[in-house]
């Protein structure tokens, strides 16, 4: 079966630095993109971004370049999403996604269950 | 930027009623069209890509057509567990979401 399993929910004050983690599981890690997407309290999804745990290559959303970074370590099947400055807007459930195909514009299924990340003082 | 509207933003419909959700672009996708069911709590599944095919496991009643900027899903006939939120995506360009359209009970 494949399965995205992603890191718990975490709580931070503005200005500190974030890492979540997706780790993918019944595939072949390496061959599909792996998808970031925000969905902001009551709100719609946004494509974050997608990154190919093959050799690391990323295409980001103009939105969230140089806003997040993301990075895969493929040695443990395992993609990562990072904040080094929090804002209380980056206050969202954050969801992992794999492409159903090795095309990076490509559709995401499965999905991973989420991250909440809220930002507060 | 291809923005993609939905509408209506909420369905109130009755179990066992057809819903018809619409699903329209700022120029044209072609044939690179997906819908998304979202339910309370949990992540978004898929559930249409490429305008028709249905996904993995994804009964028949569900239904997706349109081509070019109009695109429709239908559910023929709502079971309870399919009141949930409905978003299309694009991937003609960089990829998009629509802004949803929920299914409630009336």
């Known amino acids: 079966e494949v399965q995205l399993v992603q890191s718990g929910a975490e709580v931070k004050k503005p200005g500190e630095s974030l890492k979540i983690s997706c780790k993918g599981s019944?595939?072949?890690?390496?061959?599909?993109?792996i998808g970031w997407v925000r969905q902001m309290p009551g709100k719609g999804l946004e494509w974050m971004g997608i990154?190919?745990?093959?050799?690391?290559?990323?295409r980001y959303s103009p939105s969230f370049q140089g806003q997040v970074t993301m990075s895969a370590d493929k040695s443990i099947n395992t993609a990562y999403l990072q904040w080094s400055s929090l804002k209380a807007s980056d206050t969202a459930m954050y969801f992992c996604?794999?492409?159903?195909?090795?095309?990076?514009?490509?559709?995401?299924?499965?999905w991973g269950q989420g991250t909440l990340v809220t930002v507060s003082s | 930027e291809i923005v993609l509207t939905q509408s209506p933003v909420t369905l109130s419909l009755s179990p066992g009623e057809r819903a018809t959700l619409s699903c329209r672009a700022s120029?044209?996708?072609?044939?690179?069209l997906a819908w998304y069911q979202q339910r309370p709590g949990q992540p978004p599944r898929l559930l249409i890509y490429?305008?028709?095919n249905r996904a993995t496991g994804i009964p028949a009643r569900f239904t997706g057509s349109g081509s070019g900027t109009d695109f429709t899903l239908t559910i023929s006939s709502l079971e309870p567990e399919d009141f949930a939120v409905y978003y299309c995506?694009?991937?003609?360009?960089?990829?998009?979401f629509g802004q949803g359209t929920k299914v409630e009970i009336k």
């Open positions: 490429d305008v028709s």
């Open positions: 019944g595939y072949m890690f390496t061959n599909y993109w």
């Open positions: 995506q694009q991937r003609a360009g960089l990829p998009t």
């Open positions: 120029q044209s996708v072609s044939s690179y």
């Open positions: 990154i190919y745990p093959g050799d690391s290559e990323i």
């Open positions: 996604a794999k492409t159903s195909n090795s095309n990076g514009f490509s559709w995401f299924d499965p």
